[in-house]
């Protein structure tokens, strides 16, 4: 499979962010190289079945970049966010259901989506293992139940 220029972006993108990460206590400064193990990553549950864990702002309040956990056979049902972000797939299998789009693609280890600001969509972890993620935006997450 040919992958273009266009798709290598973000991908790119999101792993350098990975790579520069800072932790969320410190003020991100784009001179300073920063390297974060996984060790160092604190996770928090966001409810009983998501995990996160800041790599560089605070996804509650700012610009940042998130770790996350879901377990094997969840989806977080359809719902909106304020801001747009992006997403790649570390671990697990992956789908991003958007608005009403049927049989989404399977995304695996290395994978990235995009989901614009208010867009409907639904995020699941499909495999038998569980996921794991990294996203970023330039703003604070939020998470909107869509009206069923």
């Not at 974060?36 to 966001?46: D, E, I, K, Q, T």
């Not at 966010?81 to 797939?89: E, F, I, K, R």
């Not at 499909?126 to 996921?131: G, L, R, T, V």
Request: proline content about 7%; overall charge negative; hydrophobic content about 45%.
């Amino acid at each position: 499979m040919k992958l273009s220029i266009f798709r290598l972006i973000p991908l790119t993108a999101a792993l350098t962010f990975a790579t520069s990460a800072v932790m969320a206590d410190e003020a991100f400064d784009p001179a300073k190289p920063v390297a974060l193990p996984r060790a160092g990553l604190s996770y928090f549950n966001l409810n009983p079945m998501i995990q996160m864990a800041d790599a560089y702002g605070n996804l509650t309040n700012t610009a940042h970049g998130t770790f996350g956990k879901f377990p094997a056979h969840f989806d977080a049902g359809r719902h909106t966010h304020t801001g747009a972000y992006h997403g790649v797939v570390i671990k697990g299998t992956m789908t991003n259901q958007f608005a009403a789009g049927t049989n989404p693609p399977e995304l695996v280890a290395g994978s990235y989506w995009y989901v614009p600001a208010m867009l409907e969509h639904s995020t699941a972890c499909i495999s038998d293992e569980p996921c794991e993620f990294f996203f970023f935006a330039g703003g604070k997450f939020d998470f909107m139940p869509a009206s069923q």
